[in-house]
């Protein structure tokens, strides 16, 4: 597609549930990036892709938290028994490859709501 | 570790200058990277600078001082639509991932 887009755009989840986000990058976009952004700070970094490589997962914050892609294609991050420090804006993003200089191309984003 | 410092808020009326300064103490520097960021939308790429000195683009120039750990933004004939949050960003020598500061929100006024 002609941008990233995610899905769904906003999730209210109640505390303990499992919720399951998705990317789809930019058609030939070989690294795929999910951050999150919680409200009054930075991006914090969760997981890396590119290509067939093993994904470097770093920023994961628990254990709680995984993520997969297929190839090039589609990514989905899961999050296991909700939190409700886990409530904020999910953020992918593709890009050509982690040393591009044209940075990433954003998707808009899931807004997860934990209660 | 890396540390990178916006300030959190300014405020500048329509038509005029304004710099956005980001400061970072980070090891193995590889490029500095500027986001704009309206309120419930994704950030944009808006800028890159990985040598010293000035990229100038349409209203946009980003500046970088590799010695001091320091860049700025500068912003010429603001409008209105220019209200967002800029991100500056820094890419490390090896590593996958960008690291984001907090994020400037700057409000442009009548």
């Known amino acids: 597609g002609a941008g990233v887009s995610q899905s769904p755009s906003n999730k209210v989840t109640e505390k303990g549930k499992d919720v399951e986000l998705r990317c789809d990058p930019i058609?030939?976009?070989?690294?795929l990036y999910w951050y999150r952004q919680r409200l009054g700070q930075g991006l914090e970094f969760l997981i890396y892709f590119q290509g067939n490589s093993a994904p470097d997962k770093s920023g994961l914050p628990s254990d709680r938290f995984s993520a997969e892609r297929t190839g090039e294609s589609v990514s989905t991050l899961t999050i296991q028994r909700t939190q409700q420090e886990d409530s904020a804006v999910y953020l992918c993003?593709?890009?050509?490859?982690?040393?591009?200089?044209?940075?990433?191309?954003f998707g808009s984003g899931t807004r997860l709501t934990v209660v | 570790g890396q540390n990178i410092d916006q300030p959190t808020e300014m405020t500048a009326t329509e038509g005029a200058i304004v710099q956005i300064n980001c400061t970072y103490q980070?090891?193995?520097?590889?490029?500095l990277f500027w986001y704009q960021q309206h309120a419930g939308e994704a950030p944009t790429f808006l800028s890159y600078?990985?040598?010293?000195g000035l990229e100038e683009k349409g209203r946009f120039s980003s500046f970088l001082s590799r010695s001091k750990g320091y860049s700025y933004l500068l912003l010429k004939e603001l409008q209105m639509k220019d209200s967002a949050s800029y991100l500056c960003?820094?890419?490390?020598?090896?590593?996958?991932?960008?690291?984001f500061g907090t994020g400037t929100r700057l409000t442009v006024i009548p």
């Open positions: 058609s030939g976009h070989t690294a």
């Open positions: 600078n990985v040598l010293d």
């Open positions: 993003a593709s890009s050509l490859g982690r040393l591009s200089n044209y940075g990433y191309t």
């Open positions: 960003a820094v890419r490390l020598t090896g590593a996958n991932n960008l690291f």
């Open positions: 980070t090891s193995g520097f590889n490029g």
